[in-house]
T-cell receptor, first 108, second 113 residues
């Protein structure tokens, strides 16, 4: 089945720093998405990005489907960016395949 | 806010009991998926319901069952609770025929003692 690997597993940064989160796939990219889970458990979709680059404020994402990876960039980090970032692929049955996540802590 | 609601928010049960969790999907969505998220891990797919029929199932035993109602709301039932069933249970709604993302509810935190 499809495997999703995320790195790094943990990241601690000072407020204002920039970061890059990476996601590698074992199979083709289908409906690739990035989610943020806040410390209270709420999951919010950040990007739907099967290919190309998208930007939303301080966040941007790039997916290179031919090389089976995606990157999430966070610039000028804020404490509210803390939480777990998940990279998610979708299989042929529309089921989401989740990575283990990157836990991000932004210190004030 | 995603428009997906779940109840209850927290629940404490004892081993062997049964539990029912509820989810109301976002308006216009006809598909509900349920996930189990253990502490420190990513969500694990339990099953999906599309137009009141089960439309895919993950690696969970039969004591995990579900329902979807005509208004597309859904229930997750777990029988014979085990300690390892303690987790955050998430539901997500979507419109299956599109490539639209899934929208998640806030989750129900279940503790089995």
């Amino acid at each position: 089945g499809i495997q999703v690997e995320q790195s790094p597993p943990d990241l601690i940064l000072q407020e204002g720093a920039n970061s890059t989160l990476r996601c590698n796939f074992s199979d083709s990219v289908n409906n690739l998405q990035w989610f943020h889970q806040n410390p209270w458990g709420q999951l919010i979709n950040l990007f739907y990005i099967p290919s190309g680059t998208k930007q939303n404020g301080r966040l941007s994402a790039t997916t290179v489907a031919t090389e089976r990876y995606s990157l999430l960039y966070i610039s000028s980090s804020q404490t509210t960016d803390s939480g777990v970032y998940f990279c998610v692929n979708m299989d042929s049955n529309y089921q989401l395949i989740w990575g283990a996540g990157t836990k991000l802590i932004i210190k004030p | 806010e995603t428009g997906v609601t779940q109840s209850p928010t927290h629940l404490i049960k004892t081993r062997g009991q049964q539990v029912t969790l509820r989810c109301s999907s976002q308006s216009g969505h006809n598909t509900v998926s349920w996930y189990q998220q253990a502490l420190g891990q990513g969500p694990q797919f339990i099953f999906q319901y599309y137009r009141e029929e089960e439309n895919g199932r993950g690696n969970f035993p039969p004591r995990f069952s579900g329902l979807q109602f005509p208004n597309y709301s859904s229930e997750l039932n777990v029988n014979a609770l085990e300690l390892d069933d303690s987790a955050l249970y998430l539901c997500a709604s979507s419109f299956i025929s599109s490539s639209e993302t899934q929208y998640f509810g806030p989750g129900t935190r279940l503790l089995v003692l």
